[in-house]
C-alpha cells in the first residue's frame, strides 16, 4: 500500500558549494588543498555551470527543496571586499532553482571560510563572530533575502570543531580541546544568532546538527560514560541552547542566552551513523552492519533512533530530516537504504511525530572533502545520469509510495 505523506511534506537534496563548485581561491580550504591536506577539488560536480540543468533533473524527480551554501570566500574575497560577479552568479542560480520550481534553501557556513577570516582566527577570535560573522549575515540577508525560500544557517555546527580543531585533517588542522570547545562556544552562539536574524526574513530556518546515537553495546559502566559523553559533546550544546536559552559545552561554564531559545523555525539533522561501545570503546553499531566506506555502520533503522531521541528532547518542535545519504557505489545498497528509511519516516510520522520532510544528501555525486571522488553519495551521477535509486524519492514525492 502507498505511503500517505502529509501535504507540503518537504523531499529535497543537500549539497555544499566546496563540494559541488569546487574550492573557492580565496577559501582556506582552497590552500589546504594546495599545501597537499585534502584531494583536489576542481570545479566540483560541475555545478556552477551546470545548475540549471540539475534543477530541471531535480524538478523531474519532484525533489522540489533544494538546500545550498553561498560561499562566503566567493562573496566576500578580502574582508569588507564583495564580488560583484559572485553576488550575480549566486543570484542567477537561486533565480533559476525558482524558474525550475524548486525552493532553493540557503546555507552560509558548510565547514570552509574565507583565507582572510580563518588568518584572523576564526571562531577561535570572538570579535570574529560579533564582527565579520555578523556583518555577513547582514550581507546575506540583504543581498539574497528575496530568493531564498528558507535557511540553513550553519552545516553541522557540532561536527565543524572536532573536524578542524579535534585532530580530524580539517583546516586548520589543530588538535588542541581548549580550542575545540572554545570554537564550540563560538559556532554554535554564531548558528543561533545567525538564526533569530534570518527568521526575520520570513523565511522559515532549520538547524543542521550533525547526529547520530551513542549505544552501550554491554553492561560495562565505561560504555555508558563513553555514550553519555559523546551526547554532552554532539548533543546538548546546539539543543539545549535552543531548548532553554543555556550554552553548556563540556569543560566550559554554563552561558545564558535566553535570547537564542527557540531561535529555530524546526530542527533539522543530518543522519548518517550511530555508534556502540563495548568496554567502554567505541564499535561497529550494529556490530553486524555493513561498513561504510568511511569507517561507519550503514544503518537506516538508526535514523528512527535518533529521530525517537530527538523528539523525546525537544518534543514541541517540528524536526527536519536535514541530511539522508549513503556514501556507496552500490546504487541496489542505497535503493534499500531509501527505502527503509522512508519507512521508518512513515512510521515515527503515524505515530505523531512532527516531521516535515526529507532532504537527501546528496542530488549529484560530488567532491567528498579529504576522500576527493571516490565516495559516491548522489542519485545522479557526474554524467548526469539519474541513478535507479533515485525512483524510490521520486515516488514517494510525486505521491506515489
Known amino acids: 500500500m502507498a505511503t500517505e505523506w502529509p501535504d507540503g511534506f518537504m523531499w529535497g537534496t543537500g549539497a555544499s558549494s566546496t563540494q559541488c563548485e569546487g574550492a573557492a581561491p580565496a577559501s582556506d580550504w582552497w590552500d589546504w588543498e594546495r599545501s597537499g591536506h585534502a584531494p583536489l577539488s576542481g570545479d566540483g560536480n560541475g555545478f556552477g555551470t551546470r545548475f540549471r540543468e540539475d534543477f530541471a533533473l531535480l524538478s523531474a524527480l519532484g525533489l522540489d527543496h533544494h538546500r545550498l551554501s553561498i560561499e562566503w570566500a566567493r562573496l566576500e574575497p578580502e574582508s569588507g571586499v564583495h564580488d560583484p560577479a559572485a553576488v550575480a552568479h549566486y543570484r542567477e542560480v537561486l533565480s533559476a532553482a525558482h524558474e525550475a520550481g524548486i525552493s532553493p534553501w540557503v546555507s552560509l557556513h558548510h565547514f570552509t571560510l574565507p583565507r582572510w577570516f580563518a588568518d584572523a582566527g576564526g571562531f577561535l577570535v570572538a570579535s570574529n563572530r560579533t564582527d565579520a560573522w555578523t556583518r555577513h549575515v547582514e550581507f546575506m540577508v540583504d543581498t539574497f533575502g528575496d530568493l531564498a525560500a528558507g ?222 571522488f571516490d565516495v559516491a553519495f548522489g542519485i545522479v551521477d557526474r554524467a548526469r545520469k539519474v541513478k535507479p535509486s533515485a525512483a524510490v524519492l521520486q515516488r514517494a514525492a510525486l505521491g506515489r509510495a
Open 151 to 372: 535557511w540553513q544557517p550553519i552545516n553541522e555546527t557540532n561536527y565543524y570543531s572536532q573536524a578542524a580543531y579535534g585532530g580530524h585533517g580539517w583546516p586548520p588542522g589543530h588538535n588542541d580541546a581548549a580550542e575545540r570547545a572554545e570554537v564550540d562556544v563560538a559556532i554554535q552562539l554564531a548558528n543561533a544568532e545567525a538564526a533569530v536574524r534570518l527568521r526575520q526574513t520570513g523565511a522559515p530556518v532549520s538547524s543542521i546538527f550533525g547526529l547520530s546515537a551513542f549505544v552501550p553495546q554491554d553492561d560495562d559502566p565505561a560504555s555508558a560514560a563513553a555514550a553519555d559523553a559523546l551526547h554532552a559533546h554532539l548533543w546538548a550544546p546546539g539543543l539545549g541552547l535552543f531548548r532553554d536559552g543555556v550554552l553548556r559545552v563540556p569543560g566550559r561554564a554554563p552561558i545564558e542566552r535566553s535570547d537564542l531559545a527557540g531561535s529555530f523555525d524546526m530542527i533539522g539533522f543530518s543522519y548518517y551513523s550511530n555508534i556502540g561501545f563495548r568496554a567502554g570503546r567505541p564499535r561497529l553499531h550494529p556490530p553486524d552492519a555493513e561498513r561504510s566506506p568511511l569507517g561507519y555502520g550503514i544503518s537506516a533503522d538508526g535514523l528512527g533512533t535518533v529521530l525517537d531521541r530527538l523528539h523525546a528532547e525537544v518534543p514541541d518542535t517540528p524536526i527536519l530530516v536535514a541530511e539522508y545519504g549513503i556514501g556507496t557505489d552500490d546504487d541496489e545498497l542505497r535503493t534499500r537504504y531509501l527505502e527503509r528509511g522512508l519507512e521508518v519516516v512513515a512510521e515515527r510520522l503515524a505515530e505523531g511525530m512532527d516531521i516535515r520532510g526529507l532532504f537527501h544528501w546528496t542530488a549529484v555525486d560530488n567532491y567528498e572533502w579529504l576522500h576527493g
